[in-house]
């Protein structure tokens, strides 16, 4: 990598910062992990899907699995990456889904969004740069404030893009490597940039609340283009530029607040009941429902994640939790101030539904988190409720499944047959999965793969054959 840069023997002057810590809490104690197959009496389980930029799912893995194994196991959860990010030409995913009991689900997202990396853009002389050497302001900065230095060399030869690149949890070392950077490269650091590569569903909830958050924090914010369905852009990216770190560093977390986040459990449908309902829609939570066997609903949660903690509250009262196993989630303290998006995640969900019914534009499919979800409808007798016909915008695209496969009762000799297919293509192992619980011939053909995933199958191989079985049983 070269020899190091030695410092001068002038002091080098670092501009002090005061930015708060945005996410306390970094160290987690290890807890033993428990078995996916827990009664769901003593431990409630259920799943949480956040969106983190695809580019940095490698990162929060880590080699051979490292990181994720040990925060699965610190935090007692199971975290599941798309494997389709994995394969050239499928479309990316920016989702991670985590399943385990309420309180370590937020462990997890706390740690997840902690370790994300920060990278903060500034443009150079490609003069400085040479005279300094690459490899040596590598070293040096990597050694003295932990952080990553990438150079870009730009087309007129005379300047250089310099990425910095340091981690949430130490956000104050990123500061302080930057002011250095301009420092000793006699940089003017009057404008510096960050970039967002982001989703679909991102863009299109935060485009109407850019130009306030621009107004709050002072940044430049350029976002893509989606008001037409008919021409949108191959990537999504969010570009802010400000005069300093704290500027565009409090305008990137504000804008991730409003990033879409999903809760998904399972409830008995006699629990289900108007008041619930009523919550969701006050506190801005879409309330999505599905039949599932023997009087079982599953229930679907999204809002912003910066509304995080009215999606738990709501999510412990369907799981009959008591007061003293509530969640409170640790927030930026920036995210306070995304008050006035508040009572906007409905809207903007049901806005892109309609554009998506009279546009018919069914090649979006790819494009979509699954955001949008019709609001169910009430029985007016006793609140229970009386029809389910919810959908995503992916269901738009995708074929309906006939009802005589749509199970209602549990069937045992329905269970043989598929414990009959389950060992035909190899995958006996999973038949007591599905015995515990309650899937049958009939259920299995209904299934996709976010459901096997909610199931606790992390094995791609095992899905995909499950998968391609499932497709032609619907043949």
């Not at 310099?162 to 949890?169: E, L, S, T, W």
């Not at 250095?180 to 006699?186: A, E, H, I, M, V």
């Not at 930026?332 to 998006?341: A, E």
């Not at 009802?403 to 549990?410: D, E, Q």
């Amino acid at each position: 990598m070269g020899r190091c840069y030695k410092k001068s023997s002038a002091a080098i002057k670092v501009t002090p910062f005061d930015l708060e810590d945005f996410f306390p809490g970094h160290n987690m104690a290890k807890q033993p992990l428990k078995q996916e197959t827990a009664p769901a009496t003593l431990a409630p389980l259920a799943t949480l899907s956040m969106e983190v930029s695809y580019t940095f799912h490698s990162h929060l893995i880590g080699r051979s699995g490292q990181n994720i194994n040990r925060l699965m196991e610190e935090t007692d959860t199971r975290i599941h990456f798309p494997d389709r990010n994995r394969m050239t030409g499928e479309p990316k995913c920016n989702n991670v889904v985590i399943r385990g009991q309420l309180s370590n689900l937020e462990k997890a997202r706390q740690r997840i969004r902690m370790d994300i990396p920060v990278e903060i853009i500034v443009d150079c002389s490609s003069e400085k740069i040479s005279s300094f050497g690459q490899c040596s302001l590598i070293d040096y900065f990597s050694k003295s404030y932990g952080v990553l230095l990438r150079f870009y060399p730009k087309i007129d030869g005379l300047s250089c893009q310099v990425n910095i690149r340091g981690q949430q949890y130490r956000i104050h070392h990123l500061k302080e490597a930057v002011s250095s950077f301009g420092y000793l490269t006699q940089t003017p650091l009057e404008s510096m940039m960050m970039k967002i590569e982001t989703s679909f569903d991102h863009v299109w909830l935060v485009r109407d609340h850019v130009d306030k958050i621009a107004s709050v924090t002072g940044a430049g914010i350029r976002c893509p283009d989606v008001s037409n369905l008919k021409e949108l852009p191959k990537k999504y990216c969010i570009w802010i530029r400000g005069s300093s770190v704290d500027t565009v560093y409090a305008a990137s977390t504000m804008l991730n607040g409003l990033l879409p986040m999903q809760f998904m459990a399972q409830m008995p449908s006699e629990r289900l009941n108007r008041c619930f309902l009523a919550q969701a829609e006050e506190a801005d939570v879409l309330f999505h429902v599905e039949t599932s066997v023997l009087d079982i609903l599953t229930i679907r949660l999204t809002s912003y994640e910066w509304n995080a903690r009215n999606s738990f509250e709501i999510l412990r009262r369907c799981l009959g939790l008591a007061t003293n196993q509530a969640v409170v989630p640790s927030l930026p303290q920036t995210w306070k101030t995304l008050d006035f998006t508040r009572n906007n995640f409905l809207p903007a969900s049901k806005k892109l539904l309609k554009e998506l019914s009279s546009s018919h534009q069914n090649s979006l499919s790819h494009q979509l988190g699954g955001i949008v979800v019709e609001t169910p409808s009430l029985s007016s007798a006793d609140g229970s409720v009386g029809s389910a016909t919810l959908s995503s915008p992916l269901a738009l695209t995708k074929s309906c499944v006939p009802a005589s496969l749509t199970a209602s009762r549990f069937d045992q000799n329905s269970f043989r047959r598929l414990s009959d297919l389950l060992e035909t293509v190899g995958l006996a192992r999973y038949s007591d999965l599905f015995l515990q619980n309650e899937i049958d011939m009939a259920m299995f053909t209904t299934l996709n793969d976010d459901d096997l995933i909610s199931l606790g199958i992390t094995s791609f191989g095992a899905r995909k054959i499950m998968l391609n079985a499932i497709q032609e049983l619907r043949s």
